[in-house]
C-alpha cells in the first residue's frame, strides 16, 4: 500500500490529499514515537476543516521515516524541520479543499463509500475479493475504527469532486496552442546591409590640451596599480633532495611497515532497489528471471538506474557485511536474490568489477626513495634555517645568502596584488600560502618571517620598493587614449547614421545608396534559428519590430565594428493545424502545469477568505522541537 501511495505521490494534487490514511503503515521502529495528543488537539484551523495532531504525525512520520530508509541515517534538525513546514502546508491546502467542499454543501453517500473501500485491492484477498479480516486487521494497526475510515472516505470522494472539476484539463486551450506555435515557429525573412566606419566621420583626433581633457574623461581606465619590488630566498627541498643519500636498508624497512598500503583492493560498482517487503522483491526477481532488465525494474520501483547505483565499494568499505558477501559473490551484471538488509528487502547488481592490484618492492621501490630523500631534504632545511636566520641578523643580503649557502634566489621587479608585472605578465612566485598577502602587507626592508611551501620548504621575502596606485600620464599612453577616443566616436557615429536611416525608412534598396553595394536577403529565421548571417541579437530586434520596419544592432564585418540595418520584408506565420510534434508536446507539458497553477490559485485565495490559523506549540511537541530547543 506504501508503495502504492508513494508512487502516485509524484502527482502534485494527489501529494496535496496524502495524508492520515498512512497512519499505521510507518515502518516499525521508525524515528518517531508520540501518543499524548488526541484527535481533538489540532496543528492547523481552516475555517471549519481541520488538521489533527494525529493526522500531522502520521505524515510527518511518513515524511521523515521514508527519507531516513533512503538516506541510511538519522537526519539533521534542519532537515526534520524542512519535512515539518512541507507537511504542515500540503495539509493545510488540503483542509481549505475541505472546507471549500462544506461550503459548497458537496456529499458523498454511504454507498459510494462503500464501494470505494471493497474496490480497494489493498483491502483484497489473493482471489481478488474484498476480505473483511484484512480491511479489519489494517484499521486496528492504524488505531482506526471503521466509522472514521469511512468518514475519511467520504472526506477524500469530496475532494476529489472538487479538484476534477477544477482542474480536469488534458489540453492546453486553443489560444495557448496558437500563441506558443506562433512564437515558436514564425519565421521572418529580412533584407540588410552594414554600415562600416568608412561610411561615417568622426573628425580629427584630438591634441594638446583637448586631447588631454578627454584623457581626463576616461583616466580610470588608464590607472597602473600599486607595484612592489621583492626580493625571495628559496630553501627548496626538491633540489636538496637530489643529493641526499638514501639507505637501501631504511627503503626495504620503509616497504615491509607499509607494503598493504601500496595495494588496491576489488572494488565493484553496486546498485541496490529496496521493496518493502518480502513478497514484493521476490516477485520483482521473478521478473528478472523471465527477461526483465534491472534498469526496468529501477523505473518500476519510481526511480532511474542512475538513481539505483549505491557507489563503488571495496569489499571493506560496505558498511553492511550482509551486503558485502552477496555483492562480491555476484558476476558482472548478475542481480542477487531478495536480501532482508533490516531497513528493507533488497536486489543487489554490480555492474563494473575493479579487480585488486599487488605491487611488489621492485614496483615501489623508486617511490620510496624519492619520499624518503624529500624526507632528509625537509630535515636538512631545517637545519639551514638558522644558519640563513644568523645571516639575515647579522646584515647579510639576499644574494650574499643565497651565494654561501647554494640556495635559490630571485628579484621580482615589479608585482601587482594580481601577480602581474608593468607590462601584465603574470610574475612567477615560490608556491608557499599567502606569499602574496605577505607581500602586500609588508613594509619596505622589513624583516618578515619564512613561510612554508607546498612541498615543505621554506621562503623568506623582504620589499625593496613600493610604488603607490596611481593614474598614468597621459604621455605613457597616447596611442592608446588616441585608439580609445577614435572606438568610442566610431561607435557613436554608427549608431547615429543607423538611426538616422531607420527613422527616414522607405525602400532599403534607396536607404543603401552610396553605401552598400548590394543588398543581402536574410534566410528565413525563426527565434531559435542559429543563423551565419544574422547574430542571436539581430534575430531578436527582428522579431520586435512590425512589417516592412527597420531594425538595427552593432555587428562585426571583416575584422571591425559596423551596424546592421534589417528591414522585416516577410512574417510567416504557421498554421496550428500543422504545428509539429515539438509543440504538440509543449502544449501537452503546460495542461498538468495549467491545471496545477489553477489549484494553486484557488488554494491560496480560499485560505484569505476562510482564515487560517496555525497551532505551533502543539506541531513543536509532535516532532520534539520543543525538547529540542530547551
Do not use: C
Not at 107 to 116: L, R
Not at 167 to 191: L, T
Not at 486 to 496: D, N, P
Amino acid at each position: 500500500m506504501l508503495t502504492a501511495m508513494r508512487k502516485g505521490s509524484d502527482n502534485w494534487a494527489v501529494k496535496i490529499f496524502l495524508g492520515i490514511v498512512v497512519l499505521g503503515f510507518i515502518a516499525t521502529g521508525g524515528l518517531l514515537s508520540y501518543s499524548s495528543v488526541q484527535s481533538s488537539n489540532y496543528v492547523a484551523t481552516v475555517g471549519d476543516a481541520n488538521v489533527t495532531g494525529d493526522g500531522f504525525f502520521a505524515d510527518y512520520s511518513q515524511e521523515a521515516n521514508n527519507y531516513s530508509r533512503r538516506l541510511g541515517q538519522a537526519l539533521q534538525p534542519q532537515f526534520l524541520k524542512l519535512i515539518e513546514q512541507t507537511v504542515i502546508e500540503r495539509m493545510v491546502n488540503r483542509a481549505t479543499l475541505e472546507n471549500t467542499g462544506k461550503v459548497l454543501n458537496l456529499a458523498v453517500d454511504d454507498k459510494t463509500a462503500s464501494k470505494t473501500i471493497t474496490e480497494d485491492p489493498n483491502f483484497m484477498a489473493s482471489n481478488g475479493q474484498f476480505d473483511k479480516a484484512i480491511f479489519d486487521g489494517l484499521l486496528r494497526q492504524n488505531n482506526m475504527s471503521e466509522k472514521d475510515y469511512v468518514t475519511l472516505i467520504k472526506e477524500q470522494k469530496i475532494l476529489d469532486q472538487l479538484t476534477d472539476g477544477l482542474v480536469n484539463i488534458k489540453f492546453s486551450p486553443d489560444v495557448y496552442a496558437s500563441i506558443i506555435n506562433e512564437y515558436n515557429d514564425q519565421e521572418r525573412i529580412a533584407e540588410f546591409f552594414h554600415i562600416t566606419p568608412s561610411h561615417v566621420d568622426i573628425g580629427d583626433t584630438p591634441t594638446g590640451d583637448d586631447l588631454q581633457t578627454y584623457y581626463e574623461t576616461v583616466i580610470a581606465q588608464f590607472d597602473a596599480p600599486e607595484y612592489r619590488q621583492v626580493e625571495t630566498l628559496l630553501l627548496n627541498p626538491e633540489l636538496l633532495a637530489k643529493d641526499m643519500i638514501v639507505d637501501d636498508e631504511e627503503v626495504k624497512a620503509q616497504y615491509e611497515l607499509s607494503k598493504n598500503s601500496y595495494n588496491t583492493p576489488e572494488t565493484r560498482a553496486i546498485s541496490q532497489l529496496l521493496y518493502d517487503n518480502i513478497d514484493d522483491a521476490k516477485a520483482a526477481y521473478d521478473k528478472i528471471q523471465g527477461g526483465t532488465t534491472f534498469a526496468e525494474l529501477a523505473v518500476e520501483n519510481g526511480v532511474t538506474a542512475a538513481g539505483s547505483l549505491l557507489g563503488t565499494f571495496s569489499k571493506a568499505n560496505l558498511p553492511n557485511q550482509k551486503m558485502a558477501e552477496i555483492a562480491f559473490a555476484l558476476e558482472v551484471d548478475q542481480i542477487s536474490e531478495p536480501l532482508d538488509l533490516g531497513l528493507g528487502i533488497a536486489l543487489l547488481q554490480v555492474s563494473n568489477i575493479s579487480p585488486a592490484v599487488t605491487k611488489t618492492f621492485a614496483d615501489v621501490k623508486d617511490g620510496i626513495e624519492k619520499t624518503e630523500a624529500m624526507r632528509l631534504a625537509i630535515d636538512k632545511i631545517y637545519e639551514l634555517r638558522d644558519d640563513v636566520e644568523d645571516e639575515i641578523a647579522g646584515g647579510a643580503t639576499f644574494k650574499e645568502i643565497a651565494d654561501k649557502f647554494n640556495i635559490e634566489f630571485a628579484a621580482v621587479e615589479a608585482i601587482d596584488t594580481s601577480s602581474l608585472d608593468v607590462d601584465a605578465e603574470p610574475v612567477t612566485l615560490p608556491a608557499a600560502a599567502q606569499l602574496l598577502r605577505g607581500i602586500f602587507s609588508s613594509d619596505e626592508a622589513l624583516d618578515n618571517e619564512p613561510l612554508d611551501t607546498v612541498n615543505g620548504g621554506l621562503v623568506w621575502y623582504v620589499v625593496s620598493k613600493i610604488t603607490p596606485r596611481h593614474n598614468k600620464d597621459l604621455s605613457e599612453v597616447t596611442d592608446e587614449v588616441n585608439a580609445l577616443w577614435q572606438g568610442q566616436e566610431i561607435e557613436k557615429a554608427l549608431l547615429a547614421k543607423a538611426e538616422e536611416l531607420a527613422t527616414k525608412g522607405g525602400d532599403i534598396g534607396v536607404l543603401s545608396e552610396g553605401i552598400a553595394d548590394a543588398i543581402s536577403v536574410a534566410s528565413a529565421v525563426k527565434r531559435s534559428t542559429q543563423s551565419v548571417q544574422l547574430s542571436s541579437e539581430a534575430i531578436a530586434a527582428l522579431f520586435a519590430v512590425k512589417q516592412d520596419a527597420y531594425a538595427f544592432v552593432p555587428a562585426r564585418l571583416n575584422g571591425e565594428n559596423t551596424y546592421i540595418l534589417m528591414q522585416l520584408k516577410e512574417i510567416i506565420n504557421p498554421d496550428v493545424a500543422d504545428m509539429d510534434e515539438e509543440n504538440n508536446q509543449i502544449l501537452q507539458s503546460i495542461a498538468p502545469n495549467l491545471a496545477s497553477t489553477l489549484l494553486e490559485s484557488y488554494i491560496e485565495n480560499n485560505k484569505g477568505v476562510y482564515g487560517i490559523s496555525i497551532n505551533q506549540d502543539l506541531i513543536d511537541r509532535i516532532t520534539g522541537s520543543a525538547t529540542t530547543s530547551q
